[in-house]
C-alpha cells in the first residue's frame, strides 16, 4: 500500500535484536527507507554494528546523549551524507536503577533529572536538530508505555516521565505540523525487551497483559516496527500529535 523508497531515517535506540528500535529499522528497511543507525557506546557497537550492516545501514554512528556534542556529530554526518533527513526515531530510556526501583515520592532529585534529559528532552533535541532537515516534510517518532496514564505496578517514577514525553509530542505536534512534520508515540504494551527486563516482576506484567488483552497476544517488536512504518508514509502525512496504543486492546480493558 504504500513505500519508502528513497526515504532517509534515523533510528536511535538499537541495542539488539529484541529493541524496539530494532523491529522498527527493519520494518523502515523492508519498504525501502535507507537508514542511519545508532549504538549508545564501544560495548553496544559490537551488537549493534552486525544488526544494522545486515540492513545495509550507510552511518552506523556512536550516540550517547549525554555525551556533549555526540547528537550534534550525529546530525552533521546526516547533513553531509544525505542532506536531509525523513524519518526520526527515538527509542531510548534510562532511570538510575535506585530510583527506577523506589517510591515516586523517593526519587531523588538527580534520579529524576536525569531520567528526563536522556528520556524526554533528548527527543526534543533530537527534533530540533532534524527541522531544518525536514524542509519537505518528515515524521518524528518516540517509544512510551501506558504507565504514563494510569499507575502501572513496579513502572514507577518512568510512569511520570512517559507522562512528559507524550506531552512533548503533542506540543511539538502543533508547533511543527504547518512545516508538515508529524511527530508521534508509539505505545506498545507490555512485550519482552532486554530494556524492560529491568522492571521488577515484569514477566508478571507480561503474563498479566496477555491474559487481560483482547487478542490473548503481546504485542511485538514487528508490530510496533509495521506501525512506525506506516506513519512514516506519505499516507500517513494528515495524522500528527497521536499516542498510538500497539496492544492487542489491552489498554482499554479496565
Not at 522492571?199 to 497483559?209: G, H, N
Not at 516496527?225 to 506513519?231: E, I, N, V
Request: aromatic share 6%; proline share 4%; net charge negative.
Amino acid at each position: 500500500m504504500f513505500s519508502l523508497e528513497g526515504r532517509t531515517a534515523l533510528v536511535v535506540g538499537v541495542a539488539n535484536d529484541q529493541s524496539i528500535a530494532w523491529g522498527c529499522a527493519r520494518a523502515l528497511h523492508a519498504q525501502g527507507a535507507k537508514l542511519a543507525i545508532t549504538y549508545l557506546n564501544e560495548k553496544a557497537e559490537k551488537h549493534v554494528r552486525p544488526l544494522a550492516e545486515a540492513l545495509g545501514a550507510e552511518l552506523i554512528l556512536p550516540l550517547d546523549v549525554a555525551r556533549p556534542g555526540q547528537l550534534e556529530a550525529v546530525f552533521a554526518a546526516i547533513t553531509a551524507h544525505w542532506g536531509r533527513l525523513d524519518t526520526l526515531l527515538h527509542s531510548i530510556a534510562f532511570c538510575p536503577r535506585e530510583d527506577l526501583h523506589g517510591r515516586v515520592v523517593d526519587c531523588s532529585a538527580e534520579g529524576f533529572g536525569q531520567a528526563m534529559d536522556i528520556s524526554v528532552h533528548s527527543f526534543l533535541r533530537m527534533i530540533r536538530l532534524a527541522e531544518p532537515l525536514m524542509a519537505r516534510g518528515g515524521t518524528c517518532m518516540t517509544v512510551s508505555f501506558q504507565g504514563s496514564g494510569k499507575v502501572v505496578e513496579h513502572y514507577n517514577i518512568m510512569g511520570p516521565v512517559k507522562a512528559a514525553l507524550e506531552s512533548v509530542v503533542r506540543y511539538a505536534a502543533a508547533e511543527l505540523g504547518p512545516k508538515g512534520i508529524s511527530v508521534h508515540a508509539l505505545s506498545p504494551g507490555p512485550l519482552r525487551t532486554r530494556a524492560a527486563s529491568g522492571i521488577a516482576e515484569f514477566d508478571e506484567l507480561l503474563d498479566a497483559a496477555a491474559e487481560r488483552a483482547p487478542t490473548h497476544m503481546l504485542a511485538t517488536i514487528e508490530d510496533v516496527g509495521a506501525y512506525a512504518a506506516f506513519l512514516a508514509s506519505a499516507e500517513a502525512a494528515n495524522v500528527t500529535g497521536g499516542v498510538h496504543a500497539i496492544d492487542g486492546g489491552y489498554g482499554i480493558v479496565g
